[in-house]
């Protein structure tokens, strides 16, 4: 059901250091920062060869990734979003599974302009998955 990884995403306490560390440490190509009040973060893309990364910071009172940079002060890998064609039918699959879905389980439209859910980390090995209709 799930296909390509579509980014990884990374939680950061400083957004132009980690952008700067990207582009001019790793060599990446680091694209302007884009804030997303809806989701209460600012986002870096970062496009790699085969996926991209997502540098996220929080923006705005109550940031869903506030709390989880006050765990992890230098930052840390905060989720990873694989494609699905039919974000619906995705769902309706995972929730039969037993799976849950986070927030009203409706999708929302996402960074890049796509439906997006997420789901909880705890039914899935820890790890906050985030699915993408592509
Ligand atoms: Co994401």
Redesign the pocket.
Known sequence: MIGRLN?V?IAVPDLEAASAQYRDTLGAKVNPPQDEPDHGVTVVFIELPNTKI?LLHPLGEGSPIAGFLEKNPSGGIH?V?YEVEDILAARDKLKAAGARVLGDGEPKI??HGKP?LFLHPKDFTGTLV?LEEV
Do not use: I, K, N, S
Request: charge should be negative.
């Open positions: 980014h995403a997502e989720h979003c996402g960074a997006v985030e």
